[in-house]
């Protein structure tokens, strides 16, 4: 990799790191709680309605800090009911 000599350049290298890092630990955040609603679902479908709440609130937190896009968010939360609701029945 070959580092920068300006300044600024420099500068742009450190800005995106840190948000990369910040970027990565949010989707991992949503990703995480993706993985334990799935379990919820798999284990009791009644009670996972919580998990499901708990998913959202992640998903959504995402798309305020800018790491989702909203319309992926929506997508992700309506793929996720849609699951919850197929397993209910």
Do not use: W
């Amino acid at each position: 990799m070959k580092l920068p000599n300006i300044k600024s350049a420099k500068k742009r290298v450190k800005v995106s790191e840190k948000k990369n890092l910040r970027n990565r630990i949010v989707k991992s955040t949503v990703h995480t709680s993706v993985k334990k609603f799935e379990a919820a679902v798999a284990a009791d479908p009644a009670n996972a309605a919580a998990q499901l709440s708990a998913t959202a609130s992640a998903i959504d937190k995402a798309v305020i800090k800018g790491v989702v896009h909203k319309n992926a968010a929506n997508r992700k939360k309506a793929r996720l009911a849609k699951r919850l609701a197929k397993a209910a029945v």
